[in-house]
């Protein structure tokens, strides 16, 4: 089956930086889009970004500055989400989704999520 694996989440200083994976296996990755989605204590999950099933197309939410980079490894069937100058809002839990999709410019629905990363940012 399909399993999504978050990791790099931490407890960060304000400014700092973080690079999150999500490795995943049980399918074939390079067929898959893929995202980052974001859920902020009493909040809605809401969308960061996504990249297409070759790495190319990568886009973001309007609300994300250019801070965050996603990229992705298809021979290492990881996704990976750059957060730099890290900021008290951006604490949440992070999740990946993916979706089997050739659209380019894929934003969802996602079928497979993964259980998330804690990302926790102190000012």
């Known amino acids: 089956q399909v399993q999504l694996v978050e990791s790099g989440g931490e407890l960060v200083q304000a400014g700092g930086s973080l690079r999150l994976s999500c490795a995943a296996s049980?399918?074939?990755?390079?067929?898959?889009?893929m995202a980052w989605f974001r859920q902020a204590p009493g909040k809605d999950r809401e969308f960061v970004a996504a990249i297409n099933w070759s790495g190319g197309r990568p886009h973001y939410a309007d609300s994300i500055q250019d801070r965050f980079t996603i990229s992705r490894d298809n021979a290492k069937n990881t996704v990976y989400l750059q957060i730099n100058s890290l900021k008290p809002g951006d604490t949440a839990v992070y999740y990946c989704a993916a979706e089997q999709t050739t659209i380019s410019h894929y934003t969802g629905p996602f079928s497979f999520w993964g259980q998330g990363t804690q990302v926790t940012v102190s000012s």
């Open positions: 049980g399918l074939t990755f390079s067929l898959y889009a």
